[in-house]
């Protein structure tokens, strides 16, 4: 099992910028990909960007491209979403998930934190 815990959300103005971060622990060796997804009011879940865990690789939505930066320190064990530029439309849970190795489903979920940007 793998336990993630998401942390840095709130209330930002248009334009300001939050830094979203998700604490991972348990089977990390198991764990190969991670990301955040986001889920606004009355709309269904969004993959907003991933990460792989070794190498680094990097998605992201086109929505969110040029924004916002995906990192992780493995020591740490924690993944990072800096996410600049904010727009009211980025208003939404975002939750850290991940994946294990071959697999292209995410099977963990964080409980997910609230991001509000105001116009």
């Known amino acids: 099992q793998v336990q993630l815990v998401e942390s840095g959300g709130g209330l930002v103005q248009a334009g300001g910028s939050l830094r979203l971060s998700c604490a991972a622990s348990?089977?990390?060796?198991?764990?190969?990909?991670l990301g955040w997804y986001r889920q606004a009011p009355g709309k269904a879940h969004e993959l907003v960007s991933t990460?792989?865990?070794?190498?680094?690789?990097?998605y992201y939505a086109d929505s969110v491209k040029g924004r916002f930066t995906i990192s992780r320190d493995n020591a740490k064990n924690t993944m990072y979403l800096q996410m600049n530029s904010l727009k009211p439309e980025d208003t939404a849970v975002y939750y850290c998930?991940?994946?294990?190795?071959?697999?292209?489903?995410?099977?963990?979920w964080g409980q997910g934190t609230q991001v509000t940007v105001s116009s």
């Open positions: 348990g089977r990390m060796f198991s764990i190969e990909g």
């Open positions: 990460v792989t865990w070794t190498g680094g690789r990097t």
């Open positions: 998930v991940a994946r294990r190795e071959y697999t292209a489903v995410y099977e963990y």
